[in-house]
């Protein structure tokens, strides 16, 4: 679909939603296809954070996003709804127009007449039930604390990606570096990333040692690894969130996704799910982030990013297409056991 339609579709959504009628009415439509179950519809919900109690799921799809669409049109949040549809359906070329269309809406009613002037009532709004508004010092924290991210490099190929923590200690999954011995054959390399000026930065290579301290959990999917050499004193060392933080409504992967230079995740960020042993995030990575860390807004380890593709639902009942990583307080209890 080129650009052109897609910009015609749009306008043509946006006016539809706000009015219901035939498109609201397919919107719908392609919701309840794309989500028929009651768990996935909850799921969405969740993840939006639009509450559920006045939602009926003894019915059908239909049935249910009807529900669904009008108490997000109630509160407010159904941009928020559709961009967790999208972030998991990206090539549906109706999804992008619904969410085109809302976001070009403002959150109140806006001049009646799309020429009036524009005051300043109807000149800055918020776009979703969240703010995504951020101190410029994000992006400063956020270069600093990619430094300490780097990629996991065997004998022969590259393995995933890992970090720096206090202690000199790199942290990566158990899949990545299962046991001392692949952990002492794998270096790290720091710096691997495209410069300013779009040349490659080749970075520096770093040994590890187990001999000085090395713990794995395959149960929780997490490794730790001393390195050789004093890393954090030039490199520095992430701060992990501490346990009473609670979950982040977003998170941020700094990785070196395929193997290749460091890269960072912003968009379609949302966490969908949490609990003891996981965390569910809608995050972009690819084969090799496996290790990466996993920030909340203020740049603070929140999770150890490990799989994605259609993994076990919350509920266990049955599997949602999302990406999944390892609560920090896991991290922490393993951290202990090499430390000590």
Not at 116 to 126: G, S
Not at 144 to 159: F, I, Q, S
Not at 168 to 175: A, I, S
Request: aromatic share 6%; with cysteine; net charge negative.
């Amino acid at each position: 679909m080129t650009r052109r339609k897609l910009s015609v579709i749009g306008s043509w959504w946006e006016v539809m939603l706000s009015q219901g009628g035939p498109a609201r009415a397919t919107l719908t439509a392609l919701l309840a296809k794309l989500y028929p179950e009651a768990r996935s519809v909850r799921r969405v919900l969740d993840a939006a954070d639009i509450p559920a109690g006045m939602v009926d799921f003894g019915g059908g799809a239909l049935d249910m996003w009807h529900a669904v669409l009008r108490e997000a049109d109630n509160r407010s949040k159904l941009e928020g709804l559709l961009t967790v549809a999208v972030s998991e359906f990206p090539e549906n070329a109706e999804l992008r127009a619904a969410l085109a269309g809302r976001l070009g809406r403002s959150a109140v009613p806006g001049p009646s007449d799309p020429g009036a002037p524009v005051t300043a009532t109807h000149a800055e709004k918020l776009m979703g039930s969240q703010s995504t508004l951020l101190p410029l010092s994000f992006l400063e924290h956020g270069v600093r604390a990619a430094r300490c991210v780097g990629l996991l490099r065997g004998p022969v190929e590259a393995l995933g990606t890992g970090f720096l923590v206090a202690g000199d200690f790199v942290v990566t999954n158990h899949h990545v570096l299962p046991d001392a011995e692949t952990a002492a054959a794998a270096r790290i390399v720091l710096g691997y990333q495209e410069r300013p000026d779009g040349e490659i930065d080749g970075g520096r290579s770093f040994p590890l040692d187990p001999g000085l301290g090395f713990a794995t959990s395959e149960d929780h999917d997490l490794t730790v690894v001393r390195s050789r050499d004093p890393l954090n004193a030039e490199w520095g060392a992430l701060e992990l969130a501490p346990s009473g933080a609670g979950t982040p409504h977003r998170l941020n992967i700094v990785q070196h996704p395929a193997g290749g230079p460091k890269k960072v995740a912003l968009y379609h960020n949302v966490v969908s799910h949490s609990d003891e042993n996981r965390l569910l995030y809608f995050t972009d990575t690819l084969p090799g982030s496996s290790g990466s860390p996993a920030f909340d807004d203020q740049w603070r380890v929140a999770a150890v990013h490990r799989a994605g593709g259609h993994l076990r639902s919350p509920d266990g009942t049955g599997h949602v297409y999302t990406n999944e990583g390892v609560p920090v307080r896991r991290l922490v209890e393993l951290l202990a056991t090499a430390a000590s």
